[in-house]
């Protein structure tokens, strides 16, 4: 460009002398040559710069723990590849680098010449594949690529990451969010079908959530009552402070109420089982209280009829055990007075028998009418009263003879009390009449029974005396007098079996079930 300005110059300007013209021809040189050497220079050093970035680019395409592939945006040939992939993929850098990456993804030839002339012609630069690997698991990927120009040459650069986990999981949240929101629709129709009020409160009292029974009790719309409190609804004054309690409870203790509240519905007063419990997050802090409240009005009245009936049934039950027990006392006051107006004394023993069963009976009459239950008796309590009678009756004094009696704990029907009561009786009365003749000394005198029932339900009498004890040849269970017939009925009704012995004075054990 110069040296063409020099001769145009030189064609203008004619006034110029030789020398002249050759001195500039000259600087002209000079010019020229200071000019290519400074462009040789610039030209060296972009040739440099452009290495170094080379050198770099290389680096980082090795050293960088990401997978990476040079492709050949052509023939699809993998022109280099990271240590990264080798690991990724599961090949040798060697076999790698003889491969095409129709070798490794799963789209076919056509599709993957299609992606590849979408990403060096920079339309795109992100794509999701399935990249299979040596050992022939697929993966999920995705791929940034994007056209770079390296040796002369422009090549696909791609950068590989695998996303198999994060697919994995997406498609768990998916399939979970699905079910949740099949839960969601099943709680909402179990809440819109179920007659109990259903309700979820904010830390301000706010309704956030109302099922279709509670809207319904208070004559209210969804749209009227979400975001309200009691206060903006005009609810009565009384029943929202006592929720604001009860409120502040849940929140700040974080702890759980059920009791009855009695408050207003459209149908007027109503009583209602409630249940407040505190709906914590994962931290643990209460967010939220859900309200649980049952119309419990009916079952009330019911229960107050049902007690009212049962109050009733008890008057007239303890009026008739309170009947029974004087009319047994009359029999057994009249068998009394009888007695003494015998002379025979055989005929007052049997009297006097008489007498002790009519009582045994009258007793537990007595103890029923007393207590609180009618279904049980407390057994121990009527054998004390009922020992008490029979020493008595026969005129013994306590004193006299040591009583060893255990009934802890043992509560019978009616019937088998009647039946252990009359037992008793005989086998005590046979003790007090038989066991200890005056023409024999003893040094001491005793009489036990021990009642207990096992694990079986099986309740065993344990009688006993020191006394003479039985003849050697009685069969207690073909005894022919009447008090021992009079036992072995009671307990054949029983269900039982007795035994006795005759060691160290009379003894008896009797067991049979007990019946519920």
């Known amino acids: 460009v110069i040296f063409l300005e020099f001769i145009a110059k030189f064609m203008n300007d004619e006034d110029k002398t030789k020398e002249e013209l050759i001195l500039e021809l000259k600087k002209l040189k000079e010019e020229i040559s200071f000019l290519k050497a400074h462009q040789n220079l610039r030209s060296l050093e972009f040739k440099e710069n452009f290495l170094e970035r080379e050198e770099l680019f290389y680096t980082m395409f090795e050293k960088n723990k990401a997978v990476k592939l040079l492709i050949d945006p052509v023939s699809g040939a993998i022109i280099n590849a990271n240590s990264a992939a080798s690991e990724f993929y599961g090949y040798t850098l060697e076999t790698l680098k003889n491969m095409k990456i129709i070798d490794i993804n799963t789209l076919t030839k056509e599709q993957v010449h299609e992606e590849m002339s979408s990403a060096f012609s920079e339309k795109r630069s992100y794509f999701v594949f399935k990249h299979k690997l040596e050992s022939g698991e697929i993966k999920n990927v995705e791929v940034f690529s994007s056209p770079v120009l390296i040796d002369g040459r422009y090549l696909l650069f791609s950068i590989i990451i695998d996303i198999t986990l994060r697919i994995s999981a997406e498609e768990q949240l998916k399939k979970t969010n699905i079910e949740l929101e099949k839960q969601k629709i099943l709680l909402d129709q179990i809440l819109a079908t179920t007659t109990d009020h259903f309700i979820i409160f904010d830390s301000l009292g706010r309704f956030i959530y109302v099922n279709k029974a509670g809207l319904e009790a208070q004559g209210l719309t969804y749209e009227q009552v979400i975001g309200q409190t009691w206060r903006e609804l005009e609810f009565p004054e009384e029943t929202g402070k006592v929720f604001d309690k009860h409120l502040n409870d849940v929140f700040i203790l974080g702890k759980s ?14 009583d209602w089982d409630v249940t407040y419990k505190p709906l914590c997050d994962e ?25 009212d009936s049962l109050n009733e049934k008890e008057v007239l039950l303890r009026e008739v055990h309170h009947r029974v027990k004087n009319n047994l006392q009359v029999i057994s006051s009249l068998l009394y007075l009888q007695t003494n107006s015998i002379e025979d004394k055989k005929t007052q023993g049997i009297m006097r028998e008489i007498q002790t069963r009519v009582k045994s009976m009258s007793l537990v009459h007595e103890r029923l009418y007393q207590s609180k239950t009618f279904s049980r008796n407390d057994f121990g309590i009527y054998l004390e009263s009922l020992i008490d009678h029979i020493f008595l009756t026969y005129g013994v004094n306590r004193k006299d003879i040591k009583l060893n009696i255990f009934a802890d704990n043992i509560h019978l029907n009616i019937d088998t009390a009647i039946l252990c009561g009359l037992i008793i009786n005989e086998l005590i009365s046979n003790s007090l009449k038989y066991a200890f003749p005056a023409e024999k000394n003893f040094s001491e005198k005793y009489i036990s ?50 035994k006795s012995d005759n060691k160290t004075g009379a003894s008896y054990n009797i067991d049979f079930p007990l019946k519920k």
Not at 257 to 270: I, N, T
Not at 464 to 473: M, Q
């Open 257 to 270: 109420l059920c009791f009855e509240a009695r408050f207003p519905s459209v149908d007027g007063m109503r």
């Open 283 to 307: 931290a643990g802090d209460v967010i939220n209280m859900v309200a649980i409240y049952r119309d419990i009005t009916e079952r009330k009245k019911f229960q107050e009829q049902i007690t």
């Open 449 to 498: 029974t021990f009642i207990e029932l096992d694990k079986f339900n099986i309740l065993s009498i344990r009688f006993s005396d020191n006394g003479i004890g039985l003849p050697e040849s009685l069969d207690v269970q073909k005894a022919d007098t009447l008090g021992l017939q009079l036992v072995n009925l009671l307990v054949e009704q029983l269900d039982g079996i007795i």
